[in-house]
């Protein structure tokens, strides 16, 4: 059973870097794209992007300038940077396993909140 | 960008009820459609995807249908846990729907 889990600082000041890291175990990384998603508080879903393990990637386009996607397979598992946070970044952060078809597997989601 | 609209963005229903979301993508994106079932403080969990192709363990009373602009999640007859928000999502460049909050009657 392939599970994910999220990890990473609560809180993050204005104007710095959002940092997650997702740890996959129970299935190999090498084999999927895996995906990036959040959901601000009472509000929808929100794809970020995807990383392949060759460390292919694809953004959202409106968050494009400001993130970016990487894989580590030697420790199984990939990460997530979001630069010049804001409030309006506040949001559970969510990793999953991305087959091509759709989103399979979920970490339980992380909520990251940017205040000063 | 592709835009998912769907509807309606609130459902009331009694447990055994039939109900129906439907989601209108703003392109042509053939079958490439996933609907998740999400609870509140939890993570979305995939129900069909490619339209109409029902997830391992997921109870056959759910069903999806569609193709190129207009697709929908039926629930054949609901269940108390069936009472969720519903989100759909086109594999083109991965929007998602605004969501559909079930809740009961």
């Known amino acids: 059973q392939v599970q994910l889990q999220e990890s990473g600082p609560g809180l993050v000041k204005p104007s710095q870097t959002l940092s997650l890291v997702c740890t996959v175990s129970g299935g190999p990384i090498r084999s999927h794209y895996w995906s990036w998603i959040r959901q601000p508080p009472g509000k929808g879903l929100e794809w970020i992007g995807n990383v392949f393990y060759r460390g292919n990637t694809n953004y959202n386009p409106s968050l494009k300038s400001r993130v970016t996607l990487s894989v580590d397979t030697s420790r199984d598992h990939f990460s997530l940077k979001l630069s010049s946070v804001t409030a309006s970044d506040t949001a559970v952060y969510y990793c999953a396993r991305d087959t091509g078809d759709a989103l399979d597997y979920w970490g339980p989601g992380i909520l990251v909140a940017v205040s000063s | 960008d592709i835009q998912m609209t769907q509807s309606p963005s609130t459902l009331s229903a009694s447990v055994g009820d039939r109900v129906t979301i439907t989601c209108r993508a703003s392109?042509?994106?053939?079958?490439?459609l996933a609907w998740y079932q999400q609870k509140p403080g939890q993570a979305p969990k995939l129900l069909i995807y490619k339209a109409s192709t029902l997830e391992s363990g997921v109870p056959s009373r759910f069903s999806g249908s569609g193709s190129g602009t207009e697709f929908s999640l039926t629930v054949s007859s609901l269940l108390p846990d069936d009472f969720a928000t519903y989100y759909c999502q086109e594999y083109n460049s991965y929007s998602f729907g605004q969501g559909t909050k079930l809740e009961i009657k």
């Open positions: 392109q042509r994106i053939s079958t490439w």
